[in-house]
């Protein structure tokens, strides 16, 4: 990368996907699923039928949003040595397991193959990108975190996150090439822990867990509260929208002048817990009486198969 511009966005075909397990696997889901070549890459041993495995079920639950060819999943190549599944690429989407030493040095391997006009994005949840890429001496600037919502595959949000040696240019051709295959990307401005979606569902969970400890509500109510309540309203429109939507006429500015300080006292009230032994313990009771001997793998089904009914209504919509 010589300079602002020089990132490629628009010319995106092959895509390098390191680390192919749940994440990574998804990812090539949706990489295949919009016509594109994918080069994988994961060391743990029978990786390959894995990823194989994944990405057929992500194709699956992907064909019930939009038509695709069905000969997509021939793209994928699995490659042994992370150099040849990173040469020729024009996009790489790292997604190893959340360690920082080991993410730096994979992102320091990755730097020093790939073109330099090739974004590196990496599906961290938690760790700064300026952590990420002290280890980039070739070109630090194109490295950058494009976090994405579990089931990648599905859920459109990608969070852009700078570190401190990423240029502009690379954020804004990560957000390109992104938007024009379907996905929701956001710019964000400014590096925090937990970057912006994570930070809110955080805050939410922080009072769920604050109500269940206190005896206000179980799980299951505190979970039915959400399904039933505000979590409609959030697949529709934001937080801020939707107060000033709850201002009426007035919008935000009526909300803050009549209702600003009844929300300034709920903030008041809102709870600090501790993750204690106790509970924990009602943490877990909770949840599973809640699951009612459903296993992991049904709850998660029926997540995306209403996940997929919702995307299909939002995009009729829209």
Known sequence: MTGPGTCRSGTIETVAVVGSGLIGGAWAAYFLSHGLRVHAHDPQPGAEGRLRKTVGDGLQDLSQLRPMATTCAGNLLFFERLEDAVHGCDYVQENAPENLTLKQDLLARIDAVAAPDVVIGSST??????????????????????????PPHLVPLVELVKGAATAQAAQDAAYDFLERIGKVPIKVAREAPGHVANRMTAALWREAVHIVAEGIASVADVDRAIRSGPGLRWAIEGPHMLYHLGGGEGGIAAYLKHLGPAQEARWASLGSPQLDANTRAALISGIEDEAAGQSIEKLGARRDRLLIALLRTLEGDA
């Open 125 to 150: 949840s938690s760790f700064m990108a300026s952590d990420l890429q002290l280890q980039c001496n070739r070109h630090p600037e194109r490295v950058l975190v494009a976090h994405p919502f579990n």
